[in-house]
């Protein structure tokens, strides 16, 4: 059954730093999504990608935070300089069209020292 | 308001036993009400969805009931097994033109004990 990847599972990085975090979402879906969870608290929508453009984020989303889709297959989501904040366990999603479901990877564990 | 909340936060039950976990919204321009189950080093799954003009939905062993003029939703879990043992969220989605956004609950860690 075709599933949502995400490279690396765990990254630690130093505040100020930038960071990658990469995604596959599954083949021929074209919605895609990053949410966050900080540890201990609920899952945090950030972002939807469609079409190749953003079309909804969030108010975490700030200018810190940008999505891309450089080739047919990857989503990514890159936090330019990162915070102390930002240690979260990230997750990329996706779906086929604008159905209910949306299938998620088994998330990025983010570690801001 | 954009919130969902749910109730407990854990939850212990017996196997065979029936799990109930609640939650409730404010914002009425949500148009469907999803639970997802994750498990330990997982993402979070769809389990099972109601829209807000459906009292009930019934899927095997879960079954969501929704007031909607309560602005509450839960989650039963029948019969429950060792294997259901996981986190729950409720979520409700805001349908967009390019894009639907789940907002979460807070999640409920249930454990089932054999």
């Known amino acids: 059954e075709p599933e949502v990847t995400q490279t690396p599972s765990h990254q630690v990085t130093q505040m100020g730093q930038e960071v990658i975090l990469r995604c596959v979402p599954i083949s021929n879906h074209l919605y895609f999504y990053w949410y966050r969870q900080i540890l201990g608290q609920k899952v945090e929508f950030l972002v939807s990608?469609?079409?190749?453009?953003?079309?909804?984020k969030s108010e975490i989303f700030d200018d810190q935070f940008s999505v891309e889709r450089p080739d047919g297959s990857n989503f990514t989501l890159k936090i330019r300089s990162t915070k102390l904040e930002d240690s979260a366990m990230y997750f990329c999603?996706?779906?086929?069209?604008?159905?209910?479901?949306?299938?998620f990877g088994p998330g990025t564990r983010l570690t801001v020292l | 308001q954009q919130q969902v909340k749910q109730s407990p936060q854990s939850l212990i039950v017996q196997k065979g036993g029936i799990s109930i976990i609640n939650c409730a919204y404010e914002?009425?321009?949500?148009?469907?009400f999803p639970w997802y189950q994750q498990f330990p080093g997982k993402g979070p799954a769809l389990l099972i969805a109601?829209?807000?003009?459906?009292s009930e939905k019934k899927e095997g062993r879960f079954t969501i009931s929704f007031n909607k003029s309560a602005k509450q939703f839960s989650l039963h879990i029948m019969d429950s097994q060792p294997g259901d043992s996981a986190t729950y969220f409720c979520?409700?989605?805001?349908?967009?033109?390019?894009?639907?956004?789940?907002?979460f609950g807070g999640g409920t860690r249930v454990l089932v004990k054999p």
């Open positions: 979520a409700a989605i805001i349908f967009g033109a390019a894009g639907n956004k789940l907002t």
């Open positions: 914002n009425t321009a949500f148009d469907y």
């Open positions: 999603a996706s779906s086929p069209g604008l159905v209910i479901a949306q299938f």
């Open positions: 990608f469609y079409n190749n453009e953003i079309s909804e």
């Open positions: 109601i829209r807000p003009d459906v």
